[in-house]
């Protein structure tokens, strides 16, 4: 079945620092991924629409100057988190998607720590 | 953003009992609508979709009332491995899936 990749799957950093999460399609071309953010015992919150080849769609709320996008292919988004806080910290989880309304296959999430 | 509501439990049950799980959802327009599993710290994964005539996988059935704009799961003879976070899932144009909260089920011996 399809399968999405993401790397890393756990970072602790120390506070100011920029972090890049990785979010691969690995047998399909997903023209669009999506960025969604979860805190402990809250549900998935949609962070950003990445659509291959275009600027990112941000979410209400979602600074696109702190989370900045890149969607340079068919099978790879990257999620930067600029100068990193504690109030950064949670999971953040990518997903990818071929059709329209069809299920999305997720990536495993990244557990971010800032210190 | 429209929101979808579920009951957070935790729902606790014992092995081989039945049990049900309800979400609402607020967007009339809402086009798909899916039940995703998620494991403590890790990433959901698509349990079923939900037709309008519904559907069944195994012990799972799932079901969508439009009118009253719910969805339901229910899961016959509980499985200890069934223990998880059980989210439902509505999409509505587009790509982008709308999640609720989830609700705990913990399977007991």
């Known amino acids: 079945g399809a399968v999405v990749s993401q790397h890393p799957s756990w970072v602790i950093c120390k506070s100011g620092t920029s972090v890049k999460i990785e979010c691969r399609s690995l047998?399909?071309?997903?023209?669009?991924m999506f960025w969604y953010r979860q805190f402990p015992k809250q549900s998935l919150m949609l962070m950003a629409t990445s659509n291959e080849g275009s600027k990112a769609t941000y979410e209400q709320g979602v600074e696109k100057d702190k989370f900045l996008i890149n969607h340079a292919s068919l099978t790879l988004s990257t999620l930067t988190v600029t100068s990193a806080h504690p109030e950064d910290s949670s999971f953040y989880i990518c997903?990818?998607?071929?059709?329209?309304?069809?299920?999305?296959?997720f990536g495993d999430g990244t557990r971010l720590s800032i210190l | 953003r429209k929101e979808v509501e579920q009951d957070p439990g935790p729902f606790n049950v014992p092995e081989g009992a039945t049990v049900a799980f309800n979400c609402t959802y607020s967007n009339s327009a809402s086009q798909s609508f899916f039940w995703y599993r998620q494991d403590c710290r890790k990433e959901p994964k698509l349990l079923m979709s939900v037709y309008s005539s519904g559907n069944e996988d195994g012990r799972f059935t799932a079901q969508l009332n439009r009118a009253s704009q719910y969805i339901s799961l229910l899961i016959r003879d509980s499985k200890l491995s069934d223990s998880a976070t059980y989210l439902c899932?509505?999409?509505?144009?587009?790509?982008?899936?709308?999640f609720g909260k989830g609700t705990s089920l913990l399977v007991t011996p």
């Open positions: 997903s990818a998607t071929g059709q329209t309304n069809q299920p999305q296959h």
């Open positions: 047998d399909f071309q997903a023209t669009t």
């Open positions: 899932v509505e999409a509505n144009s587009g790509y982008a899936l709308n």
